[in-house]
């Protein structure tokens, strides 16, 4: 589907979707539960979400879905199932460690470049501790046992999460090392933060590492799943370009790592203002480069981008070399778009400089990734274009284009 943006101007409020993030690591805790927990949200459930939810029932949960709502709990698990994890990798990485730890055996399918998607060094963690991993296709089987686990977080934070969430349930103590820095520490305080919510508190070791044993566990009888900051980020950035907005549904002390878009705007020139009742306005303003490290904030990267494309300076953004492996190659396919809008994008090995000159109408590809989509839509307010593949924005934002056009955005 290819999508086209006029020159607009910006102006009105939107309730943003749930935190797909939040949404995967509820909805697997929940399915722990001896009785339903019900999870209330806003919005629709997006493509991951809808795939974790999948994955649940296969692994023999109770699920029952409505609207704003999913109840869910434990249920008999199977001896097989079979996973279409679509193109979610935290599907797939956290369904590996849910598949492992109730012991069924279990085939993954995986769509686009989810196939190509760093897993291994989660394999061989499940391949030491009782699992048999096969790799084509991926599948696991036995039962994964408790003791002492470590796997880098360099690359991504979601095998350390993955394990944390399923290790409070495996028989015995446990302990979980990182091998390597992590790269996304919000990410790991986020999985935290919900575990501490369903009753699971996890001890730390001299080593920094996590021990568990899941005693503890006390899961709620209804959650609800807070407003997503990383799809927030993008409407908050087309007020900044092309006019104001205000976004409801978020969390001013939320531990999504993505809340940074608050900074990072008041850091480029836009007046940004949170109010007690969960709402974040936003106005436009002259925006300036910036210089970031983005190591802790990857999906931040396209909005930025889309941001310093429409500044008056040039931006550097650091720590973004781990975009390569994403839905897509992110720094690629950014330097793609941005280079028809007529920026001027340098990569290096692990930071990217956008130099924005004058803009005009473009044409840019999707390349199957969500956060390009949007990053792409917004960029263009002041000058249009034609984003082709544009439904990717299904992943995580299913309202995108409709939410812009409620914030008076021209789409054709």
Known sequence: MDVRIYPSVIRGCVTIPVSKSVMHRALICASF?????????CG?????????????RAL???????????DICRGEAPEKAEIDCLMSASTLRFMLCGAAVRGVDTVFL???????????SLLSELERHGVSVSRDPLSVSGTLTSGSYSVPSDITSQYLSG?????PFAKGESTLTPSTDISSEGYIALTEGVLRDFGITLGRDSAGGFIMDGKDYAPPKEYFAEGDWSSAAFILAAGAI?????????????????????????????????????????????LTGIEADCDGIPDLVPVIAALAANAG????????????YKESDRLEALCAGLTSMGCRCVMEEDALSIIPSETSFFTADSFADHRIAMAMAVASLRCGCVIKG????DKSYPEFYKDLERLGAKIG
Not at 60 to 70: K, P
Not at 246 to 265: A, C, F, H, K, Y
Not at 313 to 324: K, Y
Request: net charge positive.
């Open 110 to 120: 995986r769509g686009g470049r989810l196939s190509e998607r760093p897993v291994e």
């Open 390 to 393: 544009a439904q990717s924005v």
């Open 60 to 70: 023999g949960a109770n699920v029952r879905t409505g609207d704003g709502y999913v």
């Open 33 to 41: 539960s001896p009785y339903p927990v019900r999870i209330a949200f």
């Open 242 to 286: 092309a006019g104001s907005c205000t976004v409801r549904g978020l969390r001013e002390d939320s531990l999504q790592p993505d809340r940074e878009i608050i900074n990072i705007l008041r850091k480029m020139g836009a007046p940004v203002d949170l109010r007690g009742d969960g709402s974040v306005s936003v106005v436009s303003s002259p």
């Open 313 to 324: 300076t040039p931006s550097i953004l650091r720590g973004v070399g781990r975009l390569r």
């Open 163 to 167: 394990l944390m969430m399923a290790l």
């Open 44 to 56: 629709d459930a997006p493509a991951d979400v809808r795939s974790t939810i999948g994955a649940l």
